[in-house]
T-cell receptor
């Protein structure tokens, strides 16, 4: 079955530091890949996405590239801010139908805390 | 801005009570999902629906039930709440198989 593995957290950084959160996946077919962010007490918000190999998703200074050869989708940001403190989830959606029917498979989440 | 709404946002209820968590979306999406999020943050799919009158159990066994009588509405019901049901419940919808899902703000349920 499909699975997503994220680097273990929590991650604590100073403001303006470089961020990387690793994500690798296993999937049948050709999944779409996503990063979601969850702020305290809220639901999940889509941060960025990529639908095919070598696509780069980007939003609000965050980037991730769909690497089929390494089955990875690492999240990066060059300079984090205090307001980026949240929980980040890597996810995939299988497009092949069958028993998955487009449901999202999530990683375990990574807590990011950014200090001033 | 996602047009998917969950009510209530917070609910504290006694053991044995029947509860319904509401989820509505105005995007016309056929596919809808319920996830349970445990305190360790992991998300577990408990129910999904491909369209009206279609519902399926998810990956995590749940004592809850769902219905899908209208495209926009996907309520989740617990006939007899127990403390083990204490969790955050997230509803989501999506347009197609490989597109992103839009999430509601969640319902945080506490059963005492």
């Amino acid at each position: 079955g499909n699975s997503v593995t994220q680097m273990e957290g929590p991650v604590t950084l100073s403001e303006e530091a470089f961020l990387t959160i690793n994500c690798t996946y296993t999937a049948t077919g050709y999944p779409s890949l996503f990063w979601y962010v969850q702020y305290p007490g809220e639901g999940l918000q889509l941060l960025l996405k990529a639908t095919k190999a070598d696509d780069k998703g980007s939003n609000k200074g965050f980037e991730a590239t769909y690497r089929k050869e390494t089955t990875s989708f690492h999240l990066e940001k060059g300079s984090v801010q205090v307001s980026d403190s949240a929980v980040y989830f890597c996810a995939l959606s299988d497009s092949t139908g069958g028993t998955s029917y487009g449901k999202l498979t999530f990683g375990q989440g990574t807590i990011l805390t950014v200090h001033p | 801005e996602a047009d998917i709404y969950q009510t209530p946002r917070y609910l504290v209820i006694g053991t044995g009570k029947k509860i319904t968590l509401e989820c509505s979306q105005t995007m016309g999406h056929d596919k809808m999902y319920w996830y349970q999020q445990d305190p360790g943050m992991e998300l577990h799919l408990i129910h999904y629906s491909y369209g009206v009158n279609s519902t399926e159990k998810g990956d995590l066994s749940s004592e809850s039930t769902v219905s899908r009588i209208r495209t926009e509405h996907f309520p989740l019901t617990l006939e007899s709440a127990r403390p083990s049901h204490t969790s955050q419940y997230l509803c989501a919808s999506k347009r197609a198989l490989n597109t992103e899902a839009f999430f509601g703000q969640g319902t945080r349920l506490t059963v005492v």
